[in-house]
């Protein structure tokens, strides 16, 4: 019956591999991955539980439903497992839990770090009664070197398109360059609607949605999405303003479906409107927009929203540099998020404490022995750092030994690995249970599996 009184059901998609950072993720599942020796999986849940939720669903695999029990959480969380062997898209994973939904819900993705107050994506979504409204960020300048990649030229990442109108809260247009033909085009009948579009382009999708439960339905009914971001989102989007007979599904790889299902699905056959929502409306002045007159939202029944953050931190947790990047800052956001928070667990042995930053963490039975000093750097739990080591900039993962006179500076260091007497890792990437031999030399390496050096 509580379900049934809640306005919204919390969902955590925590079943991505993590494909973008596989020098991290092929010993551990993304989720699990520490920032801040906190796993990643533990900051989107915080946040939930900063909301007011008291319950999450998460979709995730078997491997990561063994440790969420040591979360430190007060959060039910009712946990869905999918293979780990399917391609499994996000769109899949609410299909997996629909039974279970019966609100509107929001969906957050385990990879999200942000200080962003939530209420901004949830208020927009009540006052304009939207299909979806989502949170996006300009994106952080990430200023850490990253290994492996010194002198090499960055890959472009694919820019989004991002039209919103003049509030910057409604959503009209979204695109991505790898689907345009060097062309951006935007229907006449969207400019006569919206004569003014501002389009962004250096903005973060948070990959955070609220999100009406008929979308839900209609995802259940047409299998042909498998991602919310890449494939629904846009759709939803540019359906907002298609013509009544023209809004069947009309998406890329849609014709084959049509022919197995013999019938298109009109996505607007499910959005249901709140009849005394309807009510009001046809007997209010108030409108969302000026310079005509039109009714409300110019008649749509799907209204897209964009919270677009002016200030404060939104990390997506997807690639090395973003990993690393929110690793150099937790010490500053971690404070905030969790007030008991220690930046030196109790239990860690530390000779000499005077030599660790304060800008640095050190985990749960870590010890450092004498003249070793740690700036700006996170150390996990139980490692082993012997005397004379200088580190600086790193990541130090869990179980991992150091032992004398090394020196570590800028680099990533995974789980269980050995860094042997006397040797200098600069900006590398060293993988998990790998040894580097004592008095080697290391720059700018990707150093994995079986002992052998892997340039990227």
Same mark, same amino acid.
């Given at each position: 019956?509580?379900?049934?009184?809640?306005?919204?059901?919390?969902?955590?998609?925590?079943?991505?591999?993590?494909?973008?950072?596989?020098?991290?993720?092929?010993?551990?599942? =993304?989720?699990?991955? &520490? @920032?801040?020796?906190?796993? /990643? $999986?533990?900051?989107?849940?915080?946040?939930?539980?900063?909301?007011? +939720?008291?319950?999450?669903?998460?979709?995730?695999?078997?491997?990561?439903?063994?440790?969420?029990?040591?979360?430190?959480?007060?959060?039910?969380?009712?946990?869905?497992?999918?293979?780990?062997?399917?391609?499994?898209?996000?769109?899949?994973?609410?299909?997996?839990?629909?039974?279970?939904? =019966?609100?509107?819900? &929001? @969906?957050?993705?385990?990879? /999200? $770090?942000?200080?962003?107050?939530?209420?901004?994506?949830?208020?927009? +979504?009540?006052?304009?009664?939207?299909?979806?409204?989502?949170?996006?960020?300009?994106?952080?300048?990430?200023?850490?070197?990253?290994?492996?990649?010194?002198?090499?030229?960055?890959?472009?990442?694919?820019?989004?398109?991002?039209?919103?109108?003049?509030?910057?809260?409604?959503?009209?247009?979204?695109?991505?360059?790898?689907?345009?033909?060097?062309? /951006?085009?935007?229907?006449?009948?969207?400019?006569?609607?919206?004569?003014?579009?501002?389009?962004?382009?250096?903005?973060?999708?948070?990959?955070?949605?609220?999100?009406?439960?008929?979308?839900?339905?209609?995802?259940?009914?047409?299998?042909?999405?498998?991602?919310?971001?890449?494939?629904?989102?846009?759709?939803?989007?540019?359906?907002?303003?298609?013509?009544?007979?023209?809004?069947?599904?009309?998406?890329?790889?849609?014709?084959?479906?049509?022919?197995?299902?013999?019938?298109?699905?009109?996505?607007?056959?499910?959005?249901?409107?709140?009849?005394?929502?309807?009510?009001?409306?046809?007997?209010?002045?108030?409108?969302?927009?000026?310079?005509?007159?039109?009714?409300?939202?110019?008649?749509?029944?799907?209204?897209?929203?964009?919270?677009?953050?002016?200030?404060?931190?939104?990390?997506?947790?997807?690639?090395?540099?973003?990993?690393?990047?929110?690793?150099?800052?937790?010490?500053?956001?971690?404070?905030?998020?969790?007030?008991?928070?220690?930046?030196?667990?109790?239990?860690?042995?530390?000779?000499?404490?005077?030599?660790?930053?304060?800008?640095?963490?050190?985990?749960?039975?870590?010890?450092?022995?004498?003249?070793?000093?740690?700036?700006?750097?996170?150390?996990?739990?139980?490692?082993?750092?012997?005397?004379?080591?200088?580190?600086?900039?790193?990541?130090?993962?869990?179980?991992?030994?150091?032992?004398?006179?090394?020196?570590?500076?800028?680099?990533?260091?995974?789980?269980?690995?050995?860094?042997?007497?006397?040797?200098?890792?600069?900006?590398?990437?060293?993988?998990?249970?790998?040894?580097?031999?004592?008095?080697?030399?290391?720059?700018?390496?990707?150093?994995?599996?079986?002992?052998?050096?892997?340039?990227?």
């Amino acid at each position: 019956i509580e379900n049934h009184t809640m306005e919204f059901q919390a969902v955590l998609m925590a079943a991505g591999g993590g494909s973008r950072m596989m020098d991290l993720t092929s010993n551990i599942p =993304k989720p699990l991955l &520490l @920032v801040g020796n906190k796993p /990643l $999986i533990w900051y989107p849940l915080n946040l939930m539980e900063r909301l007011g +939720f008291e319950e999450v669903i998460v979709v995730t695999t078997k491997e990561v439903q063994k440790h969420l029990p040591q979360l430190d959480t007060k959060l039910k969380l009712d946990t869905v497992c999918i293979p780990e062997e399917t391609d499994m898209g996000t769109a899949d994973s609410l299909r997996q839990i629909h039974g279970k939904i =019966k609100t509107d819900i &929001l @969906v957050v993705s385990c990879d /999200l $770090i942000t200080d962003a107050a939530l209420h901004e994506v949830i208020d927009l +979504f009540r006052a304009y009664d939207a299909t979806v409204s989502m949170l996006m960020r300009k994106a952080h300048e990430f200023t850490e070197p990253v290994p492996g990649q010194k002198g090499k030229n960055k890959e472009a990442e694919q820019r989004d398109f991002v039209g919103v109108d003049d509030t910057c809260k409604r959503l009209l247009f979204m695109a991505n360059e790898a689907d345009l033909d060097d062309e /951006l085009v935007i229907k006449k009948s969207l400019m006569q609607k919206y004569p003014k579009i501002h389009i962004k382009t250096a903005l973060v999708d948070a990959h955070l949605y609220c999100m009406k439960k008929w979308v839900l339905d209609f995802l259940v009914e047409n299998k042909s999405f498998m991602s919310i971001r890449s494939e629904l989102i846009p759709f939803l989007v540019r359906k907002q303003f298609a013509a009544p007979g023209s809004s069947q599904l009309s998406k890329t790889g849609a014709n084959e479906d049509r022919k197995k299902n013999s019938k298109s699905i009109d996505i607007l056959s499910y959005a249901k409107e709140d009849d005394l929502l309807n009510l009001a409306r046809g007997k209010s002045f108030w409108n969302d927009h000026h310079g005509d007159m039109n009714d409300p939202y110019h008649g749509t029944k799907l209204r897209c929203y964009v919270h677009i953050m002016k200030e404060g931190m939104c990390y997506r947790v997807n690639t090395l540099a973003s990993y690393i990047e929110a690793n150099r800052q937790a010490p500053r956001f971690m404070s905030a998020l969790s007030q008991e928070e220690t930046f030196i667990h109790p239990s860690a042995q530390i000779a000499d404490r005077y030599m660790v930053g304060t800008d640095s963490m050190i985990g749960y039975m870590t010890k450092v022995a004498e003249n070793t000093s740690i700036k700006r750097s996170i150390i996990g739990a139980s490692c082993t750092i012997k005397e004379n080591v200088k580190i600086a900039n790193s990541i130090i993962m869990h179980n991992v030994t150091i032992e004398e006179g090394c020196c570590i500076q800028g680099s990533v260091i995974c789980t269980r690995a050995v860094i042997e007497k006397g040797a200098d890792v600069k900006d590398c990437l060293v993988g998990s249970t790998l040894c580097v031999n004592a008095k080697s030399k290391h720059v700018n390496e990707v150093i994995v599996g079986n002992d052998r050096l892997m340039e990227i």
